[in-house]
C-alpha cells in the first residue's frame, strides 16, 4: 500500500498529464485546419462553415489571433453555459441525459465526501491502533485514515454502520429523484415531439403464413379487422440485399462523377480520360464524364428491375410489417396489446423510429429467438469467467522458445537479446490489449445474434454485458488478484459467506491501487476524450489523400455517436469504486468526485461540438443506468459485511443485513412507479391525430446496405434511417397529410 | 434403511388401512342418511334430491338394498366415466384442471419408471460392489436397486445420466404438450362462455383524488374522454360495513321468520312465543311471527336510510371502480394498456369475475403496496427457516418440570407415570401438529397481507409459499435431518458447491424414509379424503343439532371448494421425489404412480359429487404449477450433481451441468408462448358486444360483509358474489340488454 506521498506524487504527475492534454487541446482547436475535427456538430446543423475560406492562405491553416490564445479555456464556461431545453433540442435527449449521469456522480458522492470527511476520517484517524505499533513496521497513513485503522472488535464500527445507512438512503433520495426528473424530461420529450412518425407506428414481427394470401395482404385484413376505426396503412418488409448493394455501388459511381464534374468546371479545357480497368490502371480509355454518366444510367436501369423482381417474389417479403394507425391512440392500444391468442405470432411492439431500426433482426422466428438467447447466455458466461484460456493459449504459442523450435531458421532473429526481451516482455500484453479493444465489438455482436430490433436495445444490451465484465474482471480482478476462472474455482470450493469475507477483506488494500487507477483511466483519459487524437489524425489524412468531393469530406469528419453500450459500464465502474470506498477508504472519494466532474464538462462540450447521434430513442436506457446503480449498492453493501465480519463484530453484521434487502426493494419500487414510461405509452397522451402518414420506413429510392447478414436474407426498402438522415443532421420527420417530395413510392407496393 | 421385506410389510400395512377406508367409504356413502355428505354437488345443482323422501322409515337411514352393496365399488367407474367437456361444464374448469394434475403426473411417470426399471434397475443390479462385500454387513436389497450399488468412478454413471438426459427430456416433452392442452382449454372455455360480465370490465384502481369531482364523476369523465367508443358504465366500491352488518343481521332473522313459519304451518293451533332477551332466555314474551316481522321492517327502513347515507357520503367512496366496456375488445385494450404517464394511479387491470374478488384489498394505495409485499417477503424466509424457533419456546414453556416449578400444586398429578409419559410424549408433537395444521391459514392470510385483489390470486400466491415450506422443511429437512435453521446454518458455512453434495450425498438413504412417507401421507390420505370423515361428522352433528330450516340444512352440507393453496404444493412434494428418486433410486416410482393414480381416481369423484367452486379462475393456476414442476426438475438435476460428485465421477458432473441450463431455458420458452394466454386477452378474441350491462358487480339488494377488514373501511354494494350465488350454483352471467330482474337498483347510484 503506498503512503499519502507516493498518491502526491502519482497524482501530481497525473495531473500534469491531464492539464498537458487539455493545453494542447486549447491550442490546437482553434486552430482552423482542425476546425472541422471539433465542431463537426455544427458543420452538420449547417450553422458553421469552414473559417478556411476567410482571411490569407497562412490564417486558413494556422491561428494567428493572439487573444484567442488567452482565452484558451473558454470553452469549458461555454461548455456550461447552454441551457439543457436547448441542449436537448441540439443535442437530442440521449446525449442530454447521458451527461446527467456524470451530473448525478457529482449529486451523490459531493455529500456522501463532506460527510465522510467530517465523521468517519477523524473516527478512523483518532483510533489508535495501527498507531500503537512503534516498533518498526511503519503503517501508512492511507490506512490511518481507513477502516483499517480500527482495531478487531472496536465500538467504533457503530459509527461505520449508521454512515453505511446514512449514506444508502442519499443514494435512494437521489436516485429517486434523478429517475423521476428524467421519466418527466422522457414524456415531455415525446410529448412536444411534432408528430413523428414512430409515433403512430407499430412494428409487428412474426406474421404467421396464410396460404390464400400474401404477407400485405394478410396484415391489412388482420387489422382492418382488429384495429378497424384506427388502421391507418402498413408496411411489409422486403429482402432487398441485391437491390442494396447496386445503389451503393451507383452512390459511388455519382461520388466519381461529381468530383469529375467539379474537376472540369475548374478546368474546363482538360479531357478527363480514366481506364475501366482494375483501380483505373488497367483497360480501355474512356472519357470520364461520359463513362460514368452511362455505367449511372445502366444502374438504375437494373435497380428499377430488381425492385420490381423485389416487390414481386413473394420470396423477398419477411414476415414483418410496421403498421401506421391514425391517431397515437390506437397506436398506443395495438403496441401494448396482445393480438391473439397464440402469443408468439403477431407480436407487437412500438416502432423504433426509423434511424434507430436494426433491419436483420425484424424476421427471426420466435424458437430460434429462444435458442439464440440461449447460447448467448452460455457464451456470455464462458466469456466472463473463461477469457483468459484462449489468450493464455495464444500467449503460449507465442512463446519464443517454441517458435525457435518449429521454426528453427528464425534462430539467429530470436537469439538477439534486442528483440528477444521486447517480444517477451510485449506479446502476452499485446494479446490481450487487442481483445479488450474488440471487446465491446464482441459484445455487441452478441447483443445482435440475441435480436433485438433496434440500434438502442443492442446498445443496452451490450451495456449490461459490459458491465458484468467489468465488474468480474476489473474490479473483483483487481481486489482478489487473479483470473475470474482462478476465482471462480476458488469461489465455489469456498464457504458461501467467506466469499464476501475474502473479497471484503482485500478491499481496504487495495485502495491505493484504485485511486492511482481513477487518475489513470478517469482523468488522463477524460483529458485524452476531449483533445480526440485518433479522429484528428484520421480526418488530416484523409483529407489530404482520399476527400476528392464535399460528400466525401463530409464523411471523413463524421464525428460518430457516443458508444453508450461501452462508456457508460465504464462510467459504472466509478460508481462501483465510490459505493464501495465510501465507507471504508473515504480518501478515494474525492478522485471520484473530480472524475465525475471533469467527465461532465468534457462530454457536456463534446455533445454540444462534437458527437452527432445515430438515433434518438429518448433516454430509454435510463432503467438501465439506475438498475447498474442499484446493483453497485448492494454490492457495496454485502462487501462491507463480508468486512466487518472478518473484524470480530458479529452484532455489526447483523445491523447491515437490513440493507441489502432494502435495497432491491427500493429497487422494485422505482421500477414500477417509472419503467413502465420507458417502455410503454400512455393512453392520455395519446390524442394527437393524423389523416395520412408518409411511413418514413418505406421510400424506394433510397435503399440501405444491411451488412453482417449471414444468410443474405434481411433487408428492406429503407429509407430515412442511417446515414443518409445522420450525416444531414435532418429529422426523418413526416408532416401530416403531405407526402415529402422527392421520395418516389415504389409502384406496386401494397398501400391501403 | 429397510430392506425390502421392511417395505412390503409397511406396503401391506397401507394397502390393507386404505382399502379398509375405501371400504367403509363404500358402505357409508350408500346409506341415505349421508347422501348429503356425499353427493353436495348435486343438491346445489338442484338435480338431486333426498333419498329419505321415500321408503319407510328404516330405509330413510339405512340402505337395505343388498345389491348396490354388491356394486359397492362402482363409484370408481363412475368417476371416470363422465367426458371432460361434461366435466367442465358441471364443475368449472378450474376443477377440471386440478384433477389434470394428477393425470400429469401419471403421464411423466409412467413411462419413466418403465425405461428405468427396464434400464436402470438391471444396471444398478448387476453392479457387484455392494454384494461382493461378503464379511457380514449385509446391505438391502433396496440399495442394490439404486445408485448406491455403483462403486466409486463407474463407468456404468453414464448409463445414469444418460436416462437423466432421457428422463428430462420427456419431461420436457409432457410439460409442453400438457401447458398447450390446458391453454387450449382455457381460450375455448373463456370464448364459449356466454358474455361473462368480467370479460367486458376492467377494474381501476389508484384512482386520484381530484378536488373539484367525486371518484364517480372523475372516473366517468376520465374513461369517457381516453376510451371515448368503447366506455359504457362504471361502478366505483363503497365502504359500506354499516350496511353490511345490518343485511347479514336481517337475513339472521329471516331464517328464523321461516322457521316459526313452518313451525306454525305444521301446527296451526299452537302459539309460538319467544322471549326478546339474551338467548331468548329473559326478557319479554311476544308471539313470535309478529316479533320477526316487525323486526326485519325495521331493519329494512334501517337499511334503506344506511344505503342512502353510503351512497351520498363522499367519505364511503373507495378510489376503485369497476368499469364496463361495450366491447370485449374495448375492455380488453383498457386492462392491458397504461393509462397516463403516472404508472401508479388508473391502474387497470381484468376484473375477476364477481364472485372471485376479494373486496377489502382493493383500495391499497400503490407504496403501502410495495412497503406490505417487502415485509411480507421477510417474514416468509422468516417463517421458512425460524419457524422451529417459537415452536421450540412453546415446548420449552411446556416443560413439565418447569411447570412444576411454577404450579406447585400440579406436582400429585404431574408426578404419577402415567399423564408424565403421555404429556412428555405429546406435548412437543402437538405444539407443531397445531402450527402445521394452521400453516396454510397463516401463509393465506399473508397472500391477504401482499393484497392481491382476487381469491384465485390469493390462493395461488399461497401455493408457491406452501411449496417454499414444504421444500425447505418437509424435502430437505428429511434429507438432512435437522431442522431449517440449522441447516440454513450450516450450509452458509459450508462451500458453495458442497450443499448440493451434502444433500445429495443423503438422498439414496432416505429412499425407504421416502416409500413409507408417500404411502402414509399419499395412500392413506387419499382413502382418508374420499372418505370425508371430518364433514361426515359435522354434518351430523348440525344436522342433529342447529338445523331448522331448508337454509341451514344448505349451509351445513356445504362442501366448500378446493382448497388449491394447500393441496397443489402436497402434489408438487410427489413430482419433486418422483424426480428426484428416478435416477437415484427409482424403485421409488411405482408409489408415486399408484398414489397418482389413486387421487385422479378420487379427486376426480369428489370434483363430480362433492366440492362446489366458490369461483371460476379459468385455470389461472397453471402457470404456477408448471413453473413449481420445473423447479421439481431443476432441483433433482442439481442434487443429481451434487450426488455424482461424491462418487469420483468429475466427467459426468460437467456432462450434467448444460441440464438445469436447459431446463431455465424451457422455463422462458414456455413463459414466452403460454403464459400471456393466462394474464392478457387477445384482442382478435375482443369481437363480442354488448349495448346494456347490468353489473353484477352492484346492486343493492344483496350486500356482503367483509370480514377479516383491520380498518373497518372497505366494503362495497357487492352482489353477485361469495355464498348467494356459490350456495345456488347459478353463474352470476347477465344476460345482454336486459336487465336480470328481481335486482334492485339502488337509487342514485352513479351510472352513465
Known amino acids: 500500500m503506498g503512503s499519502l506521498n507516493d498518491i502526491g506524487v502519482a497524482a501530481g504527475i497525473n495531473i500534469l498529464s491531464a492539464v498537458g492534454f487539455l493545453l494542447v487541446f486549447a491550442v490546437v482547436r482553434i486552430q482552423p485546419i482542425n476546425d472541422r475535427v471539433y465542431f463537426p456538430k455544427w458543420y452538420l446543423k449547417g450553422t458553421r462553415s469552414s473559417p478556411r475560406h476567410i482571411g490569407n492562405v497562412l490564417s486558413k491553416f494556422v491561428n494567428a489571433d493572439v487573444s484567442t490564445y488567452l482565452r484558451f479555456l473558454n470553452w469549458m464556461p461555454a461548455a456550461l453555459k447552454m441551457p439543457e431545453p436547448e441542449l436537448i433540442e441540439h443535442a437530442g435527449l440521449d446525449s442530454a441525459v447521458y451527461v446527467r449521469i456524470y451530473l448525478l456522480g457529482l449529486k451523490i458522492f459531493v455529500p456522501i465526501t463532506v460527510l465522510a470527511f467530517s465523521v468517519l476520517v477523524p473516527v478512523n484517524w483518532t483510533s489508535a491502533t495501527l498507531g500503537d505499533d512503534e516498533e518498526g513496521l511503519s503503517y501508512d497513513q492511507i490506512d490511518k485514515l481507513s477502516i483499517s485503522n480500527l482495531g478487531q472488535g472496536s465500538k467504533r464500527f457503530w459509527v461505520h454502520i449508521g454512515m453505511a445507512y446514512v449514506f444508502t438512503f442519499w443514494t435512494f433520495y437521489v436516485l429517486y429523484h434523478e429517475y423521476k426528473v428524467i421519466t418527466t424530461m422522457r414524456l415531455h420529450f ?89 483501380w483505373g490502371l488497367w483497360g480501355e480509355k474512356v472519357d470520364a464524364l461520359q463513362h460514368y454518366k452511362t455505367t449511372i444510367e445502366e444502374l438504375c436501369k437494373q435497380e428499377d428491375e430488381e425492385r420490381q423482381k423485389v416487390i414481386s417474389d413473394p420470396k423477398a417479403i419477411m414476415p414483418a410489417a410496421f403498421v401506421s394507425f391514425n391517431s397515437q391512440w390506437g397506436a398506443a392500444v395495438c403496441a401494448q396489446t396482445q393480438q391473439t391468442s397464440n402469443p408468439t405470432v403477431w407480436l407487437t411492439e412500438w416502432a423504433p423510429e426509423p434511424r434507430d431500426v436494426y433491419w436483420p433482426n425484424l424476421a427471426i422466428p420466435f424458437v430460434e429467438l429462444s435458442v439464440r438467447r440461449l447460447i448467448m447466455a452460455v457464451a456470455l458466461f464462458f466469456l466472463t469467467f473463461f477469457f483468459m484460456v484462449p489468450i493464455a493459449l495464444v500467449q503460449s504459442v507465442a512463446n519464443l522458445d517454441d517458435i525457435e523450435r518449429v521454426l528453427p531458421f528464425l534462430k539467429p532473429i530470436i537469439e538477439r537479446n534486442g528483440p528477444r526481451s521486447v517480444i517477451q516482455g510485449f506479446l502476452p500484453g499485446i494479446a490481450l490489449k487487442i481483445f479488450l479493444i474488440f471487446l465491446p465489438t464482441i459484445l455487441m455482436a452478441m447483443s445482435k445474434i440475441e435480436g433485438h430490433v433496434s440500434l438502442s436495445g443492442l446498445e443496452r444490451r451490450t451495456a449490461s454485458k459490459y458491465f458484468l465484465f467489468i465488474f468480474v474482471n476489473v474490479f473483483l480482478g483487481s481486489v482478489v488478484a487473479g483470473t475470474a476462472f482462478q476465482q471462480l474455482n476458488s469461489f ?102 473530480v472524475f465525475f466532474g471533469l467527465a461532465y464538462l468534457v462530454f457536456r462540450h463534446q455533445i454540444i461540438n462534437v458527437y452527432n447521434q445515430q438515433y434518438e430513442s429518448g433516454a430509454q436506457f435510463w432503467p438501465g443506468v439506475h438498475g447498474r446503480i442499484v446493483t453497485a449498492l448492494v454490492i457495496s453493501q454485502i462487501l462491507l459485511i463480508g468486512l466487518l465480519s472478518t473484524q470480530e463484530a458479529e452484532q455489526s453484521t447483523v445491523a447491515l443485513l437490513p440493507l441489502p434487502v432494502l435495497t432491491i426493494w427500493f429497487h422494485y419500487v422505482c421500477k414500477g412507479r417509472f419503467e413502465p414510461a420507458y417502455i410503454k405509452c400512455p393512453l392520455q397522451a395519446g390524442s394527437k391525430r393524423i389523416l395520412l402518414i408518409s411511413s418514413p420506413y418505406i421510400t424506394a429510392d433510397d435503399i440501405h446496405i444491411v451488412s453482417n447478414v449471414k444468410r443474405e436474407q434481411h433487408l428492406m426498402f429503407a429509407g430515412g434511417h442511417g446515414e443518409g438522415h445522420a450525416a444531414t443532421g435532418k429529422r426523418p420527420d413526416a408532416e401530416p397529410e403531405r407526402v415529402p417530395q422527392g421520395r418516389i413510392r415504389a409502384p406496386g407496393l401494397p398501400q391501403r
Open 190 to 278: 415525446l410529448a412536444n415531439q411534432n408528430r413523428r412518425p414512430d409515433q403512430f407506428t407499430v412494428l409487428v414481427r412474426n406474421i404467421p403464413a396464410d396460404p390464400d394470401e400474401t404477407v400485405g395482404e394478410h396484415v391489412e385484413h388482420f387489422f382492418a379487422v382488429n384495429h378497424r376505426e384506427h388502421y391507418l396503412s402498413h408496411q411489409v418488409v422486403y429482402n432487398a440485399n441485391t437491390l442494396a448493394s447496386l445503389v451503393e455501388k451507383k452512390k459511388g459511381l455519382q461520388n466519381w462523377l461529381v468530383y469529375y464534374e467539379n474537376q472540369h468546371a475548374k478546368n474546363p479545357e482538360k479531357e478527363l480520360i480514366i481506364k475501366t480497368g482494375l
Open 492 to 593: 465455489i470450493h469456498q464457504s458461501t459467506n467467506k466469499i464476501p469475507e475474502t473479497i471484503g477483506e482485500s478491499i481496504p488494500m487495495k485502495a491505493t491501487f484504485f485511486i492511482t487507477y481513477i487518475m489513470v483511466d478517469g482523468w488522463a483519459g477524460i483529458a485524452a476524450e476531449v483533445l480526440r487524437l485518433k479522429p484528428l489524425i484520421m480526418f488530416h489524412i484523409k483529407n489530404t489523400f482520399l476527400v476528392r468531393t464535399e460528400q466525401d469530406r463530409e464523411q471523413a469528419m463524421d464525428p460518430g455517436s457516443l458508444e453508450f453500450g461501452s462508456t457508460e459500464p465504464r462510467i459504472q465502474l466509478y460508481f462501483l469504486l465510490g459505493l464501495v470506498y465510501a465507507v471504508v477508504t473515504p480518501i478515494i472519494l474525492p478522485f471520484i468526485i
